[in-house]
């Protein structure tokens, strides 16, 4: 096969009820992924965990008997954050870690994903295996050969137990007021115990998941919430996670919010702090361009890869690096996971805000984020913007007026027939100008 049909770049994501999030297809992935599996393990042991959506009890019924029918054992674990059953599947010495979760999605989406034995992304080969598995007709295991599936009981605390084992054991987090917002999501349950047994005082928000709720109003994605609860109640900080818990977004007592850029720069600081070597960082092509001259005056590369975690984890495993994210607040620290953790992220910041006896804002004093603009132009069908010379000439004019002090990244969308022009410059004022002036080369901002 030469592309693939359903997985896209986070595995496979869509409305519930509609192809391909449904049960019967569901099924079939499961009993084809179980296929893939058995090619290389007689007897392979599945892990599921799930976000708070609703739908997912009829996804991991369907899986779970997808998963048996091809000769899978299954270990269900229920409402679990993406990075505690990645963490879960490595330490459980499973074949295969799979989520069902559409992250930051509303609770009408759903998605499946899914983790090596190492705890890892899968690469393209694999999901490819599993599609022309899934073209074949399915191939039933005998009775004495059917899967059998279980529960882990505890498997909140065991993740529970690793994120704090991420934090300084000389450190404490008591004297410290809290605000966590776990988006009504996976995490309702785990992030409020970790930040109490280091210690703090925990304000829980966001943490009552009725099916329906994830996402809405609350978490990393709306973290409106979180500004106001922490201000109500005096906190020092606030922790907003998405409904799978592996974005981030944090507030500190004023009331600000800082992005996954800054949140970034502050853990590769503590690490510079300690005399620790960090060689380089990844970051995005949206990564604000203050980051990138901080960390550079730092003596620390920076590179540019493109949008989603997904191509972050490849540029470091490339580079060998530890060190990456995303302004949206995914972020990776691949001595402490394999994966984006939301919780184990804010628990490094935290360490350097405690650590240093300062606060967010201290620590990054000479961190002055340039003003972003990003406006979405509409293309018309077969529109050739990558031809367009009047296109080029408004870029090279923009180039040459910010210099060193800005810059421009075109890039078209993968989902809408949209081109995104966004600039980066030392005042809004002039990011909006030259924003515009490009766009209006382009057509209409719908």
Known sequence: MSGRQYFGTDGIRGT????????????????AVGHVLREKEQRPTVLIGKDTRISGYMLESAMES???????DVVLLGPLPTPGVAY????????????????????????????????????????LAVEAALELPPQWVTSAQLGKSRRLDDAAGRYIEFCKSTFANDLTLKGVKIVVDAAHGAAYHIAPKVFHELGAEVVAIGCAPDGININQGFGATHPQALVRAVQEHQADFGVALDG?????????????????D???????????????????????????????????????????AKVGDRYVLEALEQHHWILGG???????????????????????VLQACVRSGKTMAELLQGVALFPQTLINVRLAPGQDWQSSAALADAIQSVELELGDSGRVLIRAS????????MVEARSAAQAQECAQRIAATIGQAP
């Open 16 to 31: 519930v009820g509609q192809a391909p999030i449904t049960p019967d297809f569901v099924l079939r992935l499961a009993h």
């Open 66 to 72: 997808g998963f048996n029918s091809a000769g899978v």
């Open 88 to 127: 879960l599947t490595r330490a459980q010495r499973a074949s295969l870690g799979v989520v069902i979760s559409a992250s930051h999605n509303p609770f009408m989406d759903n998605g499946i994903k899914f983790f090596s034995s190492q705890g890892t992304k899968l690469p393209d080969a694999w999901e």
């Open 244 to 260: 799978d818990a592996d974005r981030l977004q944090l507030v500190d007592s004023q009331g600000r919010l800082y992005n996954g």
């Open 262 to 304: 800054e949140l970034l720069y502050l853990m590769v600081d503590d690490r510079l702090g300690r005399d620790e070597h960090v060689p380089g960082v990844v970051g995005t092509l949206m990564t604000n361009l203050a980051v990138e001259l901080a960390l550079q005056q730092r003596g620390v590369h920076f590179v540019r």
């Open 326 to 348: 995303e302004g949206s607040g995914h972020l990776l620290a691949l001595d402490k996971h394999t994966t984006g953790d939301g919780l184990i992220s804010a628990l490094q």
């Open 414 to 421: 993968g989902t809408e027939p949209l081109l995104r022009v």
